[in-house]
């Protein structure tokens, strides 16, 4: 259990963290900067969760608790390693992935197929939501970009991005099951 007795630290003054295994690495490491953009996406549900029902409410926090998962598992470099760590080692699973899979089926079960790209906004939740899914796939451009230097647990990149068609989805309910949609109208202003 995290127990927080200090919130400030001054470890990181000289522009250093500790990641999960006790590694000193520049705050604007590429890892950092990874699980740092999942920490802003999970503020972004936060935000979206004041506009939504209790029932979409129930799976953002889900979606809230499986971030701070990812933000473990990204944070713990050096997967192979994960025996010797002293206390069990979280990393995301593919049974997370499959939820937001079936969640997503069933979401857009729902919905009519989409004949066009459609605009970022709607209602308040919708466009929370279009936010939620922009800064989440800024975070798997970060992981997968991370994937190409150093070990990363591939459900986590699956998560990912399967985490931001499920913010597309949702925007889409919270757009009255898509018909208060915005379409995009090619050069419609030229």
Not at 75 to 86: F, G, I, L, S
Request: proline share 4%; net charge negative.
């Amino acid at each position: 259990m995290v127990v927080l007795n200090k919130i400030y630290t001054k470890t990181g003054d000289a522009g250093e963290t500790a990641l999960g295994n006790g590694t000193r690495v520049p705050k604007q490491s590429l890892r950092v900067e990874t699980y740092g953009t999942v920490d802003e996406t999970n503020a972004t549900v936060g935000i979206a969760r004041l506009h939504a029902d209790s029932d979409l409410g129930a799976k953002l926090a889900a979606i809230q608790n499986d971030l701070f998962d990812l933000g473990a598992d990204l944070c713990r470099p050096d997967m192979d390693k994960d025996a010797e760590a002293p206390y069990p080692v979280l990393r995301m699973t593919d049974a997370q992935v499959a939820r937001l899979e079936a969640e997503i089926d069933e979401m857009n079960d729902a919905l009519e197929p989409l004949r066009s790209f459609i605009l970022p906004g709607g209602s308040a939740l919708a466009a929370h939501l279009h936010l939620c899914r922009t800064v989440s796939r800024r975070a798997e451009r970060l992981a997968t970009d991370l994937a190409t230097q150093e070990a990363v647990n591939s459900a986590a990149v699956k998560y990912l991005n399967r985490l931001s068609d499920w913010f597309f989805v949702a925007a889409r309910i919270a757009n009255d099951d898509g018909r208060s949609d915005i379409l995009w109208v090619p050069g419609a202003n030229r």
